[in-house]
T-cell receptor, first 113, second 114 residues
Framework: AQSVTQPDIHITVSEGASLELRCNYS??????LFWYVQSPGQGLQLLLK??????LVQGIKGFEAEFKRSQSSFNLRKPSVHWSDAAEYFC???????????FGTGTRLQVFP | SQTIHQWPATLVQPVGSPLSLECTVE??????LYWYRQAAGRGLQLLFY??????ISSEVPQNLSASRPQDRQFILSSKKLLLSDSGFYLC?????????????FGQGTRLTVV
């Protein structure tokens, strides 16, 4: 069955530090993969997406994600976190057969100055 | 441009009352439509999705149902609300057809069952 796991519920980092948010998925083949961000009181915004090609994907706001088929992972990274990055981050998986789109439980990022 | 409308924004309903939340999309045709419930610590739980008129896939057995009477209209319903139905409900759409597309979300409905 299609599923998404975000093992970290809450992460705290200092401004300027690097960031990695973990995402693992379960799917019979390579799904469509997404990362979304939800700032407080705001809707969800797409950061980046992946289906095929280069396994390192660049997104908006300086984020990138790396697809690792052997680990069924699609981790989100940022070299240097800004205070404005504090938000909740969701990994999502979409089936290319059924268009079913499911989200992980989210990781709340807190940034300290 | 495409827009998504979801209403009402907030709703307080007594236990046992019916529910109808409506979502409409403008500016596109044959979208994929989704209903999610967002709860703290549980992320966005997929409730229903639809790839066409009258085509509804249910993901979570519960007290809710969904319908798609028109191409760009998606309705979430309940005949009798339970306290556990309280939550934040989001409608979303993606472009239909082959490919992977960004999901766009409505503003959500905060439902409180009392």
């Amino acid at each position: 069955a299609q599923s998404v796991t975000q093992p970290d519920i809450h992460i705290t980092v200092s401004e300027g530090a690097s960031l990695e948010l973990r995402c693992n998925y379960s799917y019979g083949a390579t799904p469509y993969l997404f990362w979304y961000v939800q700032s407080p009181g705001q809707g969800l915004q797409l950061l980046l997406k992946y289906f095929s090609g280069d396994t390192l994907v660049q997104g908006i706001k300086g984020f990138e994600a790396e697809f690792k088929r052997s680990q069924s992972s699609f981790n989100l990274r940022k070299p240097s976190v800004h205070w404005s990055d504090a938000a909740e981050y969701f990994c999502a998986v979409q089936s290319y057969n059924t268009d079913k789109l499911i989200f992980g439980t989210g990781t709340r990022l807190q940034v300290f100055p | 441009s495409q827009t998504i409308h979801q209403w009402p924004a907030t709703l307080v309903q007594p236990v046992g009352s019916p529910l109808s939340l409506e979502c409409t999309v403008e500016g596109t045709s044959n979208p994929n439509l989704y209903w999610y419930r967002q709860a703290a610590g549980r992320g966005l739980q997929l409730l229903f999705y639809s790839v066409g008129i009258g085509q509804i896939s249910s993901e979570v057995p519960q007290n809710l149902s969904a319908s798609r009477p028109q191409d760009r209209q998606f309705i979430l319903s309940s005949k009798k609300l339970l306290l556990s139905d309280s939550g934040f409900y989001l409608c979303a759409w993606t472009q239909g057809g082959t490919g992977y597309f960004e999901a766009f979300f409505g503003q959500g409905t905060r439902l409180t069952v009392v």
